[in-house]
């Protein structure tokens, strides 16, 4: 008998243990400030309320993205009660009101407090966004139950977080590979997860044209598709014999913008000019400076193959493009690449050393008539997006040929660039390809890994270590013009859904602590220790990640 009731005793405290299910808040990225009282809990119950302001159907789809969230992650279904004031769960605006009139930074209006105590819990932001931020901050400190548990226990928390940066971006290359918009999808809630909230789309590459532009109903359709692709990395010469195409129409660019916003992420559309611009020749070859045919290229690198700088066609062709994606996409920052442009063919093109001429282009030391030649183009362009109210953003090169005022750079040969922008007074995005190229492979064992760009380790430490703001070369005034780092996901050897997430994750856990977290707060050792749970949620959304970190 007494055996019977030991037996008893044990199977009930085994069920209690079972169910008693816990959140912490451990999460990635580390909020800012988190204050536990890990000795009271409070239990989130099913069918537990959800209060938010029934006129606003903003913060109603924020409301249904929490519950949706909890539902998957813990099991615990939640239940909409508009304007309930008993709620368990309340989101609301009643942020507090700072002491100074002082404008609010971008990185203040996302800023949330997620309060659990004995009454439930209780979520205030300033915008919107902040809700946001904080439901994620939630799905993320709540347990992955399998099969559901019946109620979930919440030590009492007040967490107070905020962004460290204001552009917290993510590229991925749709140049050299199409994905599909439902692969967009995911991968903006993969982003949003991480509070990364710049999709930086490339879209046009020497390997396709991937923008519809109603103007010219050819780009696209001839431009996107190159007669079959090189195998495997380093130009090996041998090629599939398969014809590869794909393009975003304008509509289904609205759907990706749309479906963006809703989860706080801005797309920040990229027409690599004047190189990189292969496609458009194949399909306009008199804006090439020889003529004559141009394939859509079937290999990676460099191409030599540029617009003409002298054709005064080039600037009407970009104005032309540039005006459709600024309709199609509403971002403040407009990219044109200017990244890898050789100058052999303007050097050679009479049209070309005309323009140089009449434009009085002349080698100062610094800058080559040729790179000046780029800058006037760039200018062109700038004024032209700028008049739509839009700044443009350039990759590092762009500074080679002197640079106008409101230009942004995307500093990618390492910082230097990036430095030299901000010493010259331009604002900065940093990107370095040592920490932010993340078509690297991640693991030190190359072979342990689907092959990829392989020329140097970007592994999830390295990325993990960069700090955007060099504080060694930049003055506390100068680091204010670095907007925030972006990690970039190129696509030459990345082909397919399942192998850009893995190329993605877990870096970009690490990469959102850069964005995201103040330095003090960053410890490698303890991410680690963080990322169990996130990888359980990449396991619900169904993505794949390295099961690895190094
Ligand atoms: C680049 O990697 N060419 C920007
Ligand atoms: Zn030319």
């Given at each position: 008998m007494r055996h019977l009731f030991s037996t008893i005793f044990l199977l009930s405290?085994?069920?209690?243990?079972?169910?008693?299910?816990?959140?912490?808040?451990?999460?990635?990225?580390?909020?800012?400030?988190?204050?536990v009282d890990?000795?009271?809990?409070?239990?989130?119950?099913?069918?537990?309320?959800?209060?938010?302001?029934?006129?606003?159907?903003?913060?109603?789809?924020?409301?249904?993205?929490?519950?949706?969230?909890?539902?998957?992650?813990?099991?615990?279904?939640?239940?909409?009660?508009?304007?309930?004031?008993?709620?368990?769960?309340?989101?609301?605006?009643?942020?507090?009101?700072a002491d100074d009139a002082a404008e609010l930074t971008e990185q203040q209006k996302e800023a949330y407090i997620l309060k659990v105590d004995k009454r439930g819990i209780k979520i205030i932001a300033r915008e919107p966004v902040g809700l946001f931020r904080a439901a994620q901050t939630l799905r993320k400190s709540l347990p992955v139950v399998k099969g559901?548990?019946?109620?979930?226990?919440?030590?009492?928390?007040?967490?107070?977080d905020e962004p460290r940066f204001l552009y917290r971006g993510v590229l991925l290359d749709c140049g050299r590979h199409y994905f599909s918009v439902d692969f967009i999808k995911k991968f903006l809630d993969v982003m949003a997860l991480h509070g990364s909230n710049q999709f930086h789309w490339h879209l046009t590459e020497d390997q396709g044209w991937r923008f519809e532009v109603k103007a010219y109903p050819q780009l696209a359709v001839k431009g996107s598709v190159r007669a079959q692709t090189v195998i495997g990395p380093g130009n090996s010469g041998i090629y599939d014999g398969v014809p590869y195409g794909g393009y975003y129409t304008q509509d289904e660019c609205r759907e990706i913008v749309r479906y963006a916003a809703e989860r706080y992420i801005n797309v920040v559309p990229e027409i690599d000019l004047p190189g990189h611009m292969q496609s458009a020749l194949h399909v306009f070859p008199h804006l090439g400076c020889k003529g004559g045919s141009y394939p859509v290229r079937t290999y990676w690198g460099v191409s030599r193959e540029v617009l003409c700088g002298g054709n005064p066609e080039t600037l009407t062709f970009l104005k032309t493009v540039l005006g459709e994606l600024c309709d199609v996409f509403p971002s403040k920052f407009i990219h044109i690449g200017g990244d890898e442009c050789p100058k052999n063919r303007w050097r050679e093109c009479a049209k070309c050393q005309a323009k140089i001429k009449e434009l009085g282009l002349k080698d100062d030391g610094r800058h080559s008539p040729e790179n000046q030649l780029q800058s006037y183009i760039n200018r062109e362009v700038e004024a032209f997006v700028k008049e739509r109210g839009r700044d443009i953003i350039g990759w590092d090169e762009i500074l080679e040929g002197g640079l106008s005022g409101g230009s942004i750079i995307m500093s990618w040969r390492g910082v230097k660039g990036g430095i030299a922008a901000a010493r010259q007074g331009h604002r900065v995005i940093m990107s370095p390809n040592v920490y932010s190229y993340i078509d690297h492979p991640q693991l030190k064992d190359y072979g342990k890994q689907p092959r990829t760009t392989d020329s140097y380790l970007v592994s999830a430490s390295k990325v993990y270590s960069f700090e955007p703001l060099i504080?060694?070369?930049?003055?506390?005034?100068?680091?204010?013009?670095?907007?925030?780092?972006?990690?970039?996901?190129?696509?030459?050897?990345?082909?397919?859904?399942?192998?850009?997430?893995?190329?993605?994750?877990?870096?970009?856990?690490?990469?959102?602590?850069?964005?995201?977290?103040?330095?003090?707060?960053?410890?490698?050792e303890e991410f680690k220790k963080r990322l169990p749970r996130l990888k359980k949620i990449y396991d619900l959304m169904g993505v794949t990640y390295c099961r690895q970190i190094e």
């Amino acid at each position: 008998m007494r055996h019977l009731f030991s037996t008893i005793f044990l199977l009930s405290l085994f069920c209690a243990t079972a169910t008693a299910q816990r959140a912490d808040y451990d999460v990635i990225p580390l909020p800012k400030l988190v204050k536990v009282d890990s000795a009271r809990v409070f239990n989130l119950q099913q069918g537990a309320t959800v209060a938010f302001d029934a006129n606003n159907p903003e913060i109603y789809r924020i409301a249904q993205f929490l519950c949706e969230w909890v539902g998957e992650t813990s099991g615990v279904g939640l239940t909409l009660a508009p304007n309930d004031k008993k709620a368990v769960v309340c989101l609301s605006l009643d942020y507090p009101a700072a002491d100074d009139a002082a404008e609010l930074t971008e990185q203040q209006k996302e800023a949330y407090i997620l309060k659990v105590d004995k009454r439930g819990i209780k979520i205030i932001a300033r915008e919107p966004v902040g809700l946001f931020r904080a439901a994620q901050t939630l799905r993320k400190s709540l347990p992955v139950v399998k099969g559901g548990a019946q109620s979930i226990e919440l030590p009492f928390v007040e967490i107070r977080d905020e962004p460290r940066f204001l552009y917290r971006g993510v590229l991925l290359d749709c140049g050299r590979h199409y994905f599909s918009v439902d692969f967009i999808k995911k991968f903006l809630d993969v982003m949003a997860l991480h509070g990364s909230n710049q999709f930086h789309w490339h879209l046009t590459e020497d390997q396709g044209w991937r923008f519809e532009v109603k103007a010219y109903p050819q780009l696209a359709v001839k431009g996107s598709v190159r007669a079959q692709t090189v195998i495997g990395p380093g130009n090996s010469g041998i090629y599939d014999g398969v014809p590869y195409g794909g393009y975003y129409t304008q509509d289904e660019c609205r759907e990706i913008v749309r479906y963006a916003a809703e989860r706080y992420i801005n797309v920040v559309p990229e027409i690599d000019l004047p190189g990189h611009m292969q496609s458009a020749l194949h399909v306009f070859p008199h804006l090439g400076c020889k003529g004559g045919s141009y394939p859509v290229r079937t290999y990676w690198g460099v191409s030599r193959e540029v617009l003409c700088g002298g054709n005064p066609e080039t600037l009407t062709f970009l104005k032309t493009v540039l005006g459709e994606l600024c309709d199609v996409f509403p971002s403040k920052f407009i990219h044109i690449g200017g990244d890898e442009c050789p100058k052999n063919r303007w050097r050679e093109c009479a049209k070309c050393q005309a323009k140089i001429k009449e434009l009085g282009l002349k080698d100062d030391g610094r800058h080559s008539p040729e790179n000046q030649l780029q800058s006037y183009i760039n200018r062109e362009v700038e004024a032209f997006v700028k008049e739509r109210g839009r700044d443009i953003i350039g990759w590092d090169e762009i500074l080679e040929g002197g640079l106008s005022g409101g230009s942004i750079i995307m500093s990618w040969r390492g910082v230097k660039g990036g430095i030299a922008a901000a010493r010259q007074g331009h604002r900065v995005i940093m990107s370095p390809n040592v920490y932010s190229y993340i078509d690297h492979p991640q693991l030190k064992d190359y072979g342990k890994q689907p092959r990829t760009t392989d020329s140097y380790l970007v592994s999830a430490s390295k990325v993990y270590s960069f700090e955007p703001l060099i504080p060694d070369s930049l003055t506390v005034e100068q680091q204010k013009l670095i907007l925030g780092p972006q990690v970039n996901l190129w696509t030459e050897h990345v082909a397919y859904p399942e192998h850009a997430f893995y190329q993605l994750l877990p870096r970009l856990g690490a990469a959102s602590e850069v964005q995201w977290c103040l330095p003090a707060q960053k410890d490698f050792e303890e991410f680690k220790k963080r990322l169990p749970r996130l990888k359980k949620i990449y396991d619900l959304m169904g993505v794949t990640y390295c099961r690895q970190i190094e």
